[in-house]
T-cell receptor
């Protein structure tokens, strides 16, 4: 049973516009969430994280929003650039867990068109 | 600082064989985790080692095992390979605590024929 779900396998966005990647989770015990980006033939790279005590975290062009009541988080990329084209994974951690034990979604492939 | 390295990068085996994959973490990192990536299941956690002890284990059969050495290098072993074990196996390392960023290696692509 998938505890972290990314229901959109792919997303296409025009350069300069906003990209919104969504993630839903089923287990309300998760208390820490992360987004990773993955290019082909490379390992995932950490992008941004958010603790469950917050509802927003921002880092440059990347912002993650957390809606605990809806068990939903989203990653906003503004403005989107062609170099952002990659697969984006949402991940979660249980209380007491470490980043060495991540529950991942299946990923969303983002394509940013020039 | 050198990143996480994994060897070999590509591997082809036949059903029933066993395989050992190696991971060298970033210098100073004590936590090493392994993940399996397949198109159908995405990234799934296999196990995590910290200071030579298995700290967490995912939901994989006992054919999948691992260990960590005193220099934090880790190996993962899969015995009696099945076709479904074909995947990208990713290793990741972090310093120690849950707030420490985890860094992934490029992975080992295992193909089982």
């Amino acid at each position: 049973d998938q505890q972290v779900k990314q229901n959109s396998p792919s997303l296409s966005v025009q350069e300069g516009r906003i990209s919104i990647l969504n993630c839903d989770y089923t287990n309300s015990m998760f208390d820490y969430f992360l987004w990773y980006k993955k290019y082909p033939a490379e390992g995932p790279t950490f992008l941004i994280s958010i603790s469950s005590i917050k509802d927003k975290n921002e880092d440059g062009r990347f912002t993650v929003f957390l809606n605990k009541s809806a068990k939903h988080l989203s990653l906003h990329i503004v403005p989107s650039q062609p170099g952002d084209s990659a697969v984006y994974f949402c991940a979660a951690i249980f209380p007491g867990g470490s980043q060495g034990n991540l529950i991942f979604g299946k990923g969303t492939k983002l394509s940013v068109k020039p | 600082k050198a990143g996480v390295t994994q060897t070999p990068r590509y591997l082809i085996k036949t059903r029933g064989q066993q395989v050992t994959l190696s991971c060298s973490p970033i210098s100073g990192h004590r936590s090493v985790s392994w993940y399996q990536q397949t198109p159908g299941q995405g990234l799934q956690f296999l196990f995590e080692y910290f200071s030579e002890t298995q700290r967490n284990k995912g939901n994989f059969p006992g054919r999948f095992s691992g260990r960590q050495f005193s220099n934090s290098r880790s190996e993962m072993n899969v015995s009696t390979l099945e076709l479904g074990d074909s995947a990208l196996y990713l290793c990741a390392s972090s310093f120690r605590d849950r707030s420490d960023t985890q860094y992934f290696g490029p992975g080992t692509r295992l193909t089982v024929l």
